[in-house]
Each structure stands twice: as C-alpha cells, then as structure tokens.
C-alpha cells in the first residue's frame, strides 16, 4: 500500500547515523548541549540570515538530533552563519548554536560536502573577501550591498524603504573604515592566490 509519499522523499531508519551528535562532540564538546534543545525556534527567530538558509538553526539541531547527517552536512545553514552569537544571547538552554556550526562546517568539508548549486554561499563569501580585501575589514553596508548585488541584481528596489528609513534614523552608516595598511593585505590575497 502506497503512503503517498514520493520514494526519493523516504529517508529509511538504515541512511540515519545514530551517532551523530556523539560524533560532532567528540570534535567540540558544546555540540553535546543540542541534546537538551527544547525546539522553540528562538534561535532562528533571532538568526539574521535565517531566511537564506536552506534549514534553519531550529532546523539544523532537529536534523542533527535525528542522525540526518547527509541532509545537515549538505546544507548551507552552517555556511552562512554569521556568528554573531544572537541565539546563544536568547536560547533558553544557552546552547552554543554558532560553534556547533563552525564544527558542521568543518565536518562537511572533512567529508567533501558542499552546499546546492542555489546556495548563497558563494556570493556571500566572495562579497565578504572582495571587503576584506579592499579595506581590511568588513563594513556591513557595503557587504550586504555587495552581497545583493551578486544574488539579486538590481532587485535592491524592494530594500530601499528599508534602506531609507534606516538612513533617515541614523542607523545605516556608508563610511567606509579601513586599516592603515591595506597594501598587506592586498600582498597575502595575492601570495594565496599564486598558490593556488
């Protein structure tokens, strides 16, 4: 008798690694704590890059939890955390979500993971080194507008009350902060990439 349910869609009790949780601590004993996640979802309700996340945090932990291990590794949640720590500040059990997914990240490179083709990842990454690259260090403006450039072209109309109301209230600063010396930084891109 047929569920309804496509095949490809079956995830079979034998595909599950029970002892996945075990295995993320045993690379960093704060992936232990997502035993004790009570899944209220607050972490991916702070999360500010949760609506490019394929899963999100919540997610990611359930996922773990149930041995999931070729869905978590494949996914780009643990590529675009930014680390910023916003669901450890407001997670009840105070779980230490962004270092759990540095040790994802981690993992699924080890493994030879990689996020969908549809990921972000890569322009988020390449925005963020274009960044660091020019100044030194990050001004978040200009990575997110760098960012929005290279995934959505000129859809940018849609932010722009957004932008303007931040503007307006002081809350969206287009100085761009550099450090003193962006030359070395500018030679250690440049040494990286002969190596390549």
């Known amino acids: 008798m047929s569920s309804g349910v496509p095949e490809e869609d079956v995830v079979r009790e034998s595909e599950l690694e029970k002892g996945f949780v075990d295995k993320l601590a045993s690379i960093d004993s704060s992936a232990s704590k997502i035993r004790e996640c009570i899944q209220c979802g607050l972490c991916s309700a702070t999360c500010p890059l949760s609506n490019y996340m394929d899963h999100t945090p ?10 999931f291990k070729n869905e978590v590794l494949s996914s780009n949640t643990p590529w675009l955390c930014a680390s910023c720590y916003s669901c450890l500040v407001d997670c009840p059990q105070k779980i230490e979500i962004s270092e759990v997914m540095y040790v994802l990240k981690r993992l699924s490179a080890e493994e030879g993971y990689t996020p969908g083709i549809d990921s972000p990842t890569p322009s988020l990454l390449n925005a963020f080194v274009s960044e660091v690259r020019r100044n030194g ?12 450039l290279r ?14 109301s931040l503007l307006r209230n002081g809350r969206l600063n287009f100085e761009i902060e550099s450090i003193e010396s962006t030359e070395d930084i500018k030679k250690i891109f440049d040494s990286l990439e002969d190596k390549s």
Not at 137 to 148: A, D
Not at 151 to 164: N, S, T, V, Y
């Open 58 to 67: 919540r997610e990611i932990i359930n996922l773990t939890r149930g041995g």
């Open 137 to 148: 260090r990050v001004s978040e403006p200009h990575f997110l507008l760098g960012f929005k």
């Open 151 to 164: 995934r959505q072209g000129f859809a940018l109309e849609k932010l722009m009350p957004i932008g303007l």
